[in-house]
C-alpha cells in the first residue's frame, strides 16, 4: 500500500499554480514575510527548454554510487526530476533582486532573500509558478534525564564481538548485540547524517569511514568549526550509530560509510531552516548514499492539518528520495508534552521512518512526539531508546547521557544500515514494513508508539544462539568465508577442527585466548565451497560441535 500512495505523492505539484491574470499569485503573507527578512520559495513551472533537456544525461548530476543504488532500489532512472533547475531561470531571479541561497531539482525551485516588490516582479516572470515561505522549527531539547537501569546480564558473559561500554544497554534494548554477533556492522552501506556540526576529532571517531563532508550553512567543507555549541548535537547523534571505541562506546553500524552534512547554525539561535536540509538531502542522494538520518524537523508556520504527507517541503522531498532507494530516518519530534504535541514534518511522509523516544527498558518517555498524521495515519513508526542514551560529549567528560529523539532516530538508522548490509536489494517501504512487523506492538500498533520498539535480530531473522559450553562461532551464515571462534576462556591454547557433514576434514588450527579464526579455506589453501561445515572447537576446559553454514556471493 505504502508504494501506491507513494506513486500518488509523486505525481502531485508541491503547490497548485495560483496564477492571477497569467501570472503567479503571491499571497499576503509571502509579502509580508518577504519584508521581515524571511528567505521564500520560488517554485518553477518546467526544467527550461525541451532542447536543453534533451541534452542531458543521467551520470552528469549522479555519482556513480547513486546511479547503482538507482538502479537497484529506485525504478526507472533517468526522470525528469534529476535535472538541475534551469540556470538561465536562476540567472533571471538573480537579476530581479532575488538573493538567491539554495536551489532545489526535486521539488524545481529555489529559496532566497527578497523584498515584497521584488517578488511581485518576479512574480511575473512566465516560468515562476507559485510562492512559500522557507518554514522553520526551532529544536526542543527535553532536560536529561539518565534513566539507564544497572546493566545485569541474565546469561554467563561471553567475550563480546564489541566491547560497548556504557553504550551496552542501548544495543541491547534493540538486540543490535545479536546483529553484531552474526557478523553484521554496516560494511558497505552509505549513511548520511544532517545536523549541525560534527567533532570528527572526537576519540569514538578514529575509525570512522568518512567519505565526503559538506557545510550547507558556510558553502564549504569544514563541518568541524572548533565551536562546541555548534557541533555538540551532531557529534552525538552521529556517536550513537558510528562510534568505534572498544570499552568507551561503539555505536550500530561502526564499519558503514559516511557523509556528513551541516545543515544547521546555531550560532545565532536561528531556528533550522527547511531549504538547507532540501539541499543537504539532495546532495545525499547525489553522491550515493543508501540512509539519511535526520535528527531536526519543521512545525512553525504550518498547521496540523499540513501534516498530511503532501505539503511540507520537507515531506515531499523526502518522499520523492525515498522513490529514488533513499531511506529517511527522521525523529518523531520532543513535542509530546508540548503544545504541538504531534510529529513534525518531514517525520509525517509515507515513505518516511518516524522514530519515537523510549527509556531503555522500552518505556514511552513523554516528551515523544505523537500522531496521527493529518489524515489519520499511525505515526510514529518505531521507538527506540531516547532518554539516557550514551552519546559522544565535547568537554572533559567524553562520553554522557543524551536525551531526546535526536538519539532515537541514529540508533534505527544504524540499524537500517545492518538490513541492508544483510539484504541491499532492500527498498525503503520494505525495510520500514520488516521493522514494523517485527517490533514489540506489531500486532496492536497505536499514535503513542506505533509498532513498538525495533527487534533488530528479529527484523533480520537472525535466531538466538544457545551454546551449551559458551562456545559460538559468528558470521552464521558467512558470505565471505571468514569465520571467527569465540570461547569464554580467555587463558590457554584452544583447536579447531573443520569438517564437512560427511566427515571430511577440511582444516584443523590453534589459537591463544578467547578468539580465534578460520579463513574458510583448506588446509592446501583453497577457499571451501558453499554448504554446511561441523567445527569442532576444544579449548582447556570445554568442548564442542558447531555448525556453520558458507553462502558465498556468486
Not at 394 to 422: E, N, R
Not at 482 to 493: E, F, L, R
Request: glycine share 10%; aromatic share 8%; charged share 20%.
Amino acid at each position: 500500500m505504502g508504494l501506491r500512495v507513494l506513486s500518488m505523492v509523486i505525481g502531485v505539484a508541491v503547490v497548485s499554480a495560483g496564477l492571477v491574470n497569467g501570472f503567479a499569485a503571491v499571497p499576503p503573507h509571502v509579502k509580508q514575510a518577504a519584508d521581515l527578512g524571511r528567505p521564500i520559495w520560488v517554485f518553477l513551472s518546467d526544467k527550461g527548454p525541451s532542447e536543453y533537456a534533451a541534452k542531458l544525461t543521467a551520470t552528469q548530476f549522479m555519482s556513480a554510487r547513486a546511479v547503482r543504488r538507482l538502479a537497484l532500489r529506485g525504478g526507472v532512472y533517468p526522470r525528469e526530476q534529476d535535472w538541475p533547475v534551469y540556470a538561465e531561470y536562476g540567472n533571471a531571479l538573480r537579476e530581479a533582486g532575488l538573493a538567491i541561497r539554495v536551489e532545489s531539482r526535486l521539488l524545481n525551485a529555489v529559496s532566497g532573500h527578497a523584498s515584497s516588490s521584488v517578488i511581485e516582479q518576479i512574480a511575473q516572470f512566465a516560468f515562476v509558478d507559485s510562492f512559500r515561505v522557507v518554514r522553520s522549527y526551532r529544536r526542543s531539547i527535553p532536560e536529561p534525564v539518565d534513566t539507564r537501569p544497572a546493566y545485569k546480564p541474565t546469561t554467563p558473559p561471553l567475550p563480546p564481538v564489541f566491547d560497548y561500554g556504557a553504550a551496552r544497554p542501548q544495543i541491547e534494548a534493540l538486540q543490535i548485540d545479536r546483529v553484531h554477533d552474526a557478523g553484521f556492522d554496516g560494511t558497505g552501506v552509505f549513511l548520511c547524517f544532517l545536523d549541525t556540526g560534527f567533532d570528527i576529532n572526537h576519540p569514538a571517531f578514529d575509525s570512522l569511514r568518512l567519505v565526503a563532508t559538506y557545510d550547507f550553512i558556510n558553502d564549504d567543507v569544514d563541518v568541524d568549526d572548533d565551536d562546541a555549541l555548534q557541533m555538540d548535537h551532531g557529534t552525538a547523534t552521529l556517536s550513537v550509530c558510528a562510534a568505534l571505541h572498544p570499552g568507551s562506546m561503539v555505536g550500530v553500524a561502526p564499519r558503514a560509510d559516511y557523509a556528513l552534512g551541516k545543515t544547521e547554525d546555531r550560532s545565532q539561535e536561528q531556528p533550522i531552516e527547511e531549504d538547507f536540509w532540501v539541499e543537504g538531502a539532495e546532495w545525499a542522494d547525489t553522491i550515493g548514499c543508501d540512509i539519511i538520518s535526520s535528527s531536526v524537523g519543521y512545525s512553525d508556520w504550518y498547521d496540523y492539518g499540513d501534516l498530511d504527507g503532501n505539503t511540507a517541503v520537507t515531506t515531499v522531498a523526502a518522499d520523492r528520495l525515498a522513490a529514488r532507494g533513499l531511506l529517511i530516518v527522521n525523529s518523531a519530534g520532543n513535542e509530546g508534552n508540548k503544545p504541538w504535541r504531534y510529529v513534525v514534518a518531514p517525520s509525517d511522509g509515507d515513505s518516511v521512518l518516524a522514530v519515537g523516544a523510549t527509556t531503555v527498558s522500552g518505556i514511552r518517555t513523554s516528551f515523544s512526539s505523537v500522531g496521527p498524521t493529518a489524515d489519520d495515519r499511525i505515526k510514529p513508526d518505531v521507538m527506540a531508546p531516547g532518554s539516557g542514551v550514551v552519546g559522544a560529549n565535547l568537554g572533559l567528560i567524553p562520553y554522557a547521557g543524551k536525551t531526546g529523539t535526536s538519539f532515537s532516530a541514529p540508533l534505527v538508522a544504524g540499524v537500517c544500515a545492518l538490513m541492508l548490509q544483510q539484504d541491499s536489494s532492500l527498498t525503503p517501504w520494505q525495510v520500514i514494513e520488516r521493522l514494523r512487523e517485527t517490533a514489540t506492538m506489531a500486532n496492536d500498533p497505536d499514535t503513542l508508539m506505533g509498532w513498538g520498539v525495533v527487534q533488530a535480530a528479529e527484523a533480520m531473522r537472525i535466531p538466538k544462539v544457545v551454546s551449551e559450553s559458551g562456545i559460538r562461532v559468528y558470521p552464521n551464515p558467512s558470505s565471505t568465508g571468514q569465520i571467527s571462534i569465540v570461547t569464554p576462556d580467555t587463558a590457554g591454547t584452544s583447536e579447531y577442527q573443520v569438517f564437512t557433514v560427511s566427515g571430511q576434514n577440511v582444516r584443523a588450527g590453534q589459537f591463544d585466548g578467547s578468539l580465534g579464526r578460520w579463513d574458510g579455506r583448506t588446509s592446501d589453501g583453497r577457499p571451501v565451497a558453499s554448504g554446511i561445515y561441523l567445527i569442532r572447537v576444544v579449548t582447556p576446559v570445554r568442548e564442542e560441535i558447531l555448525k556453520v553454514a558458507i553462502l558465498r556471493d556468486r
